[in-house]
């Protein structure tokens, strides 16, 4: 039995317990991402390398690169006024896109994570649905709803409206209605993700204080969950940069995006180098967009902003 009193002696600190596994954590972390890691490059490094290889001009071939390197196609798209006019063409259609998914989303995303209703599981169902059709089926509907004999257009004449068939087809606006139902799934999830962590105790707690259900909404429920709308935009923005199926079927000659300039600088121009740096180009693009984007607007970064 341990003694008590003044002249006992002090009884020993506990020795600190070493901390188990050492780097064995980081080992198995550095596993969990190897698939990954493997993925990214097989996918998307060596491809991107091969490509930027291909608009200097070299001729590329398994595990060589022949002809002569030349910055001369990346002058060439410099100077070129027709390009950049596709490039902001691009570029304004995507944000556009992007705008438009954001307004629409946000309602069935606030229905999604507070609502109770029976009706919930079927919305989801709805929203996943141009996911799950893909987009060939997609663009495939939208002619046959926007075409001159569609379904839009045989309603309108039907019930007297117009006297001959609107040219809701191979337009801009064509364009903008498929990139925003094909990309709508991911604008609603990131928003739908995030709503579900804010405290419904902070809303109940603005609407005590006198505000109004607009009030708490500007102030109180859209500032929680801006960064799942900012993520939701960049997805669907760079989605909508490289889209190319939907802008070749539903755009028309009138309405060139730069994936369509690209495939039509390889195969019709058959300017394999001038298709590459086009490419390039949009990729860098879009990993500038990206870098910005995670900089103001990036999730996992802590409250403090490290």
Same mark, same amino acid.
């Given at each position: ?13 506990p020795?600190?317990?070493?901390p188990?596994g ?12 190897a ?11 060596l491809?991107?390398?091969l ?19 030349s ?10 006024a ?15 896109v992007?705008?438009?998914?954001a ?27 141009p996911v $799950?059709? @893909?987009?060939n089926?997609?663009?495939m509907?939208? /002619? #046959?709803v %926007?075409?001159?004999?569609? +379904? ?10 117009t006297?001959e ?22 604008m609603?999830?990131p ?7 804010i ?8 609407r ?48 060139v ?15 394999? $180098?001038? @298709?590459?740096a086009?490419?390039?180009?949009l990729? /860098? #693009?879009? %990993?500038?967009?990206?870098? +910005? ?14």
């Open positions: 039995m341990a003694l008590t009193g003044a002249g006992a002696a002090p009884a020993a600190a020795a600190p317990v070493a188990r050492g780097a064995r954590p980081r080992a198995r972390t550095g596993l969990l991402a698939p990954m890691a493997a993925l990214m490059l097989a996918g998307f490094l491809p991107g390398l490509m930027f290889a291909s608009s200097l001009g070299a001729g590329v071939r398994p595990f060589s690169l022949q002809g002569e390197l910055w001369a196609k990346y002058a060439e798209l410099a100077g070129s027709y390009l950049w006019r596709v490039l902001g063409f691009t570029l304004a259609v995507s944000a556009g992007a705008l438009v998914n307004v629409l989303a946000y309602p069935v995303a606030i229905f999604l994570a507070r609502s109770r209703s029976r009706l919930n599981r079927l919305c989801f169902l709805i929203t996943f649905t $799950a059709v @893909g987009m089926m997609v663009t509907g939208w /002619l #046959i %926007l075409g001159r004999n569609g +379904v839009i257009n045989s309603l309108l004449s039907m019930a007297g409206l006297s068939p609107l040219p809701l087809v191979y337009g801009m606006s064509a364009v903008v209605i498929g990139l925003a139902h094909i990309s709508f799934t991911f609603v999830l928003i739908e993700a995030v709503l579900r962590t405290d419904p105790a902070l809303e109940r707690a603005a005590s204080l006198g505000a109004s259900r607009w009030r708490t909404f500007v102030d109180v429920t859209l500032p929680l969950s801006w960064e799942g709308v900012a993520a939701g935009m960049l997805i669907v923005f760079m989605q909508s940069c490289g889209a190319f199926v939907i802008p070749l079927l539903l755009g028309g000659s009138g309405t995006m730069l994936p369509v300039s690209i495939w039509e600088t390889m195969t019709v121009a058959n300017d394999r $180098a001038g @298709g590459a086009i490419a390039v180009a990729t /860098l #693009i879009a %990993l500038a967009i990206l870098a +910005v984007q995670l900089k103001y607007f990036n999730p996992l970064r802590d409250g403090d902003g490290r």
